[in-house]
């Protein structure tokens, strides 16, 4: 439909009629068209004001394709390309159109638009107005578009770091959580620092990106941060942090070292200790089993089945007793992973246990799946028998 024609669907029409003539469209024409395309805008008449400035790129870009007689050359029709996307007049109307789309709340196609403008002026600074609108919701979508034309392979991702740091410190709190959440996307290491900066920040939400943004930076330095906001006052931060850092240490190709978790198993913070002691012995290290032992006594439901998890995965038999007795605990989740981690941890005396669960039809089919599942893994590690 017209009225969401983006820049590339514009071109490409004008591209198939070849040589038409159409009107010119000089800087009277470009000036006319700004202004009709203001007031509509003023009026909230978004798709009006749209066909006006698309009718006007049309026509002014027709007019530099006549003067340049239309070429077919590869050579010319490239610097043809690189006339059109850097034309004064043309940038004129895509700045005035990024605008709009942010009054309209079309991010995505301002961001078009925006990639647009820097292909024909990198150094183009049209988007810091915005970032100094009155409108707070002006000020995050231009945030918004920074983020999504950001190119981490842009020589000018440099300059878009910086813009995006100076909105970190925004009178909003939507604006800067927006702010973090597109310096997180470029998983730059240098936007640790910045990022950083804003995990002390008044507002959970921003905290919370903060979170997501560290967690995007596949960088050790990450660790510690991420570990501190597992200790956060707010429970969706603290989550957040928690199973992030989980993702971190289960990837295959894990940068995460265990040093930085074991230094964390008698943080003061019960919330530190149970995360860093899970995390420890996801990367199967035996420090974490005497705090996970200690967790499992735990009176908060949450801690004691990440507790019961992270034991199965710590790859030491000294918790199997506890993993053994787990198996008939009232708490269905609770059953669940202590026959997981008996699985994992290949532990034969609980052969038959696990095999009756297996069949059993009053236990529900979760269970009954994690014991057959469990049984086939101890199963593999048994000497095959061989009969005459």
């Known amino acids: 439909m017209k009225g969401f024609m983006n820049k590339s669907f514009w071109r490409a029409a004008l591209v198939a009629c070849g040589a038409m003539s159409l009107a010119a469209c000089g800087n009277k024409e470009t000036k006319d068209a700004l202004d009709k395309a203001d007031d509509l805008e003023k009026q ?5 004001a749209n066909t006006i400035l698309v009718d006007a790129l049309q026509s002014r870009e027709a007019k530099i394709r006549d003067a340049a007689g239309n070429p077919t050359d590869p050579a010319a ?4 390309k690189k006339k059109i996307a850097s034309d004064s007049e043309i940038l004129r109307m895509e700045r005035a159109w990024v605008g709009l789309y942010l009054h309209w709340n079309r991010t995505d196609m301002a961001a078009s638009v925006y990639g647009d403008i820097l292909a024909g002026n990198p150094d183009d600074t049209s988007m810091n107005d915005f970032l100094h ?5 002006i000020r995050k979508r231009a945030v918004e578009v920074l983020g999504l034309a950001a190119d981490p392979k842009s020589p000018n991702l440099d300059k878009t770091v910086s813009t995006l740091v100076s909105a970190t410190k925004d009178s909003d709190p939507t604006v800067r959580a927006a702010a973090i959440d597109a310096l997180g996307a470029t998983k730059d290491p240098r936007v640790f620092q910045p990022v950083l900066d804003e995990l ?7 905290r919370f990106e903060v979170v997501d943004a560290l967690s995007e930076i596949k960088d050790e330095r990450v660790i510690a941060p991420l570990l501190d906001a597992a200790g956060d006052s707010d429970k ?5 942090a928690h199973d992030n850092l989980e993702s971190i240490v289960s990837a295959q190709d894990t940068f995460a070292k265990p040093d930085d978790f074991a230094a964390r198993l008698n943080d003061p913070n ?4 149970m995360t860093a002691a899970e995390c420890l012995g996801l990367l199967r290290d035996a420090r974490a089993v005497p705090v996970l032992m200690k967790l499992l006594a735990s009176s908060d439901p949450e801690v004691k089945l990440n507790a019961v998890k992270g034991l199965g995965e710590a790859g030491d ?11 008939n605990d009232p708490d269905l989740n609770m059953r669940g992973w202590s026959i997981i981690g008996l ?4 532990d034969e005396d609980s052969l038959m246990d696990l095999e009756h669960i297996a069949t059993d039809d009053s236990q529900p089919t979760s269970i009954r799946q994690a014991a057959a599942a469990s049984v086939e893994e101890i199963r593999s590690t048994l000497p095959q028998m061989i009969t005459p």
């Open 317 to 327: 038999r000294s918790a199997l007793p506890m993993l053994r007795q787990l198996l």
């Open 343 to 346: 699985g994992k941890l290949k």
């Open 270 to 273: 019960p919330d530190i200790e």
């Open 44 to 48: 909230q008449q978004f798709a009006d």
């Open 133 to 137: 609108d009155a409108d707070k919701d």
């Open 77 to 80: 029709l490239d610097a043809l």
């Open 236 to 240: 969706s931060v603290r989550t957040s």
């Open 200 to 206: 002390k920040d008044s507002d959970w939400n921003v």
